[in-house]
């Protein structure tokens, strides 16, 4: 079968299917005890879910698991009343809803920011971003032909690439950050410290749940266990969306596996590009840790 073509709203390139659906997106009305997810796809939604789910569940591991992660967190993009399950279930989800989304900020419904709800950003840095989005859009048909990863990359450094630029999504919510409740986390110091990250988002929720329930959140969302966690791992997608055998959703977890992939010219060539792009903000991202 043929894949879908990406279809621009007011520019932004997005899957078909949620371009089609736009106008539930712009309806969406938040309640001032909704907790937004917000992140550039690849940045760690899923693992920055699965802390949030965990801690509002006084990490109770049976709890967290009674769904998928994608139906306990689910998409503000998906809401498609009597289409998607999303909608009823947003409707019907009780307080605090924890909902995601990879909007773009200018692209966030505004009653976000008028009920100034709370939000969570997530970002990592841009190499590993393009490599593992290379290979989700292998894995996940509901995405275009990536192409060959020389293709791929060129497209995603030109924005031309589901979510649009990496490199104004990350810099939009940084400077939103000055005016509303949004705690920016990074992903390369989640890796490097997730006790002290998810002890942050604790914080941020008001969640005080001692130290030994901060230990067993920070075992139970770590990469290893995620993967094998059939709630977490994205296993119950039909594979016609996701196609783990292509790559698994749970791929590889670590910063740094850019490296494996860029050529040194690729690397040359993206670094200069990222300098015109990146120079003006006081933004800093490790690609190592
Ligand atoms: P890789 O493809 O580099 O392995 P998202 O949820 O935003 O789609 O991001 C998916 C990326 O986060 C994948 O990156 C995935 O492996 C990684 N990931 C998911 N859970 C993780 C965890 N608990 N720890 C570290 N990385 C995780």
Redesign the pocket.
Known sequence: TPRPELKCVRGLPLIKYFAENWEQVEKFQARPDDLLIS????????????IVDQILNDGDIEKSKRDAIFIRVPFLEFAVPGVLKGTEQLAAMPPPRVIKT?LPVEFLPQSFWDKNCKMIY?A?NAK??A??FY??YQMAKVHPDPGTWEEFLQKYMDGKVSYGSWYDHVKGWWEKKKDYRILYLF?ED??EN?KREIRKVMKFMEKDLGEEVLERIVRD???????ENSM?NYDTIPTCVMDHSI????????AG?WKNHFTVAQNEAFDADYAKKMGQTSLRFRTEV
């Open positions: 992140t550039y796809p690849k940045a760690g939604t899923t693992w920055i879910s699965e990879h997530v990592r590993d971003v490599v593992s290979h989700f992903y989640m890796k997730p969302t770590s990469f290893k266990i995620m993967k977490a790559s698994p959703f749970m791929r590889k977890g670590i596996d």
